[in-house]
Antibody, heavy 122, light 108 residues
């Protein structure tokens, strides 16, 4: 079965850090670009960051640039999102998703995890 | 850059057709993807590359585009189709993904 499972979310104070992980199973992880998408409670989906299959190219939404870092370990079939200097507005459910069109992260997302919740609050 | 617009809600009776639009100044030169999202669940891709349907998605779901508006059409609507639907494009001007605000489909 093709699966993505996020972990690492939690409650953190403003200015704090968290690292999300996304474990992949059931497919060739290094054939696909990967993406993080978040959903603020009661709001829509927001594209956060993407990474190519090899990890040599990444992209970020403007509000997280310089604070979040996306990475991957293809030997462990795992995607990461290191989140530093967290703000209240980063509170959201964070999904990882597979790029169904191949090795980049600019296409459609055909496999999603169920999300990992992040709450930034004092 | 792309700002996508969607109607906040669409209500439809079972068996009827729901049409969800996604507008934007550059939709005509973008590939559009559509996701169904139910509370507490992972989003599901229902249409990709504007008109294609992933395996396992019923033929009742179809996508089209005309005059800078993409449309997701759900034919013969069922109670299980009740969900939020989001359109998504890659904005090459700003080099990032963009989602529409979402449309809540209610089955009456």
């Amino acid at each position: 079965e093709v699966l993505l499972v996020e972990s690492g979310g939690g409650v953190v104070r403003p200015g704090g850090s968290l690292r999300l992980s996304c474990a992949a199973a059931g497919f060739r992880f290094d054939d696909h670009g990967m993406t993080w998408v978040r959903q603020v409670p009661g709001k829509g989906l927001e594209w956060v960051s993407g990474i190519t299959w090899k990890g040599d190219r990444t992209g970020y939404e403007d509000s997280v640039k310089g604070r979040f870092t996306i990475s991957r370990d293809n030997t462990k079939n795992t995607l990461y999102l290191q989140m530093n200097n967290l703000r209240a507005e980063d509170t959201a459910l964070y999904f990882c998703a597979r790029d169904g069109s191949g090795p980049h992260y600019r296409g459609y997302m055909d496999v999603w995890g169920k999300g990992s919740p992040v709450t930034v609050s004092s | 850059s792309n700002v996508l617009t969607q109607p906040p809600s669409v209500s439809v009776a079972p068996g009827q057709t729901a049409r969800i639009t996604c507008g934007g100044t550059n939709i005509g030169r973008n590939i559009v993807h559509w996701y169904q999202h139910k509370p507490g669940q992972a989003p599901v891709l229902v249409v990709y590359d504007t008109t294609d349907r992933p395996s396992g998605i019923p033929e009742r779901f179809s996508g089209s585009e005309y005059a800078n508006t993409a449309t997701l059409t759900i034919s013969r609507v069922e109670a299980g189709d009740e969900a939020d639907y989001f359109c998504h494009v890659w904005d090459s001007d700003i080099d990032r993904g963009v989602f529409g605000p979402g449309t809540k489909v209610t089955v009456l």
